[in-house]
């Protein structure tokens, strides 16, 4: 059965950045699309970006929209999460999670209802 793991969080300065990973083991990620989500202390989750099981589309947050880029090898089953330009209220856990994409391999969205989510890895933005 399909499980996710998140790496690459860790401290960084207001400006810098980070490239999460998300990557599936135990079964064949290409049948999934793959969400981010965040949640920082003191506040709900925050879908931020979702990627279509094909990768051909990507969706984000207003927060997100020209600092972050998702993408997605479906090779080696990893899903990445390229984030630029971080500012301290990028400070969160992040976490992948997984959405079952019963045949509509081009879509996704940031529902917060997924099959499958990862433990999380914390980013902290700060000087």
């Known amino acids: 059965q399909l499980q996710l793991a998140e790496s690459g969080g860790g401290l960084v300065q207001p400006g810098g950045s980070l490239k999460l990973s998300c990557t599936g083991s135990g079964y064949r990620l290409d049948f999934f699309a793959i969400g981010w989500f965040r949640q920082a202390p003191g506040k709900e989750r925050e879908g931020i970006s979702c990627i279509s099981a094909n990768g051909d589309t990507a969706k984000y947050a207003d927060s997100a929209k020209g600092r972050f880029a998702v993408s997605r090898d479906n090779f080696i089953s990893a899903v990445y999460l390229q984030m630029d330009n971080l500012k301290p209220e990028d400070t969160a856990v992040y976490y992948c999670?997984?959405?079952?994409?019963?045949?509509?391999?081009?879509?996704?969205?940031?529902?917060?209802?997924?099959?499958?989510w990862g433990q999380g890895t914390q980013v902290t933005v700060s000087s």
């Open positions: 999670a997984a959405k079952s994409s019963l045949g509509a391999d081009d879509y996704c969205d940031m529902g917060g209802e997924n099959e499958l």
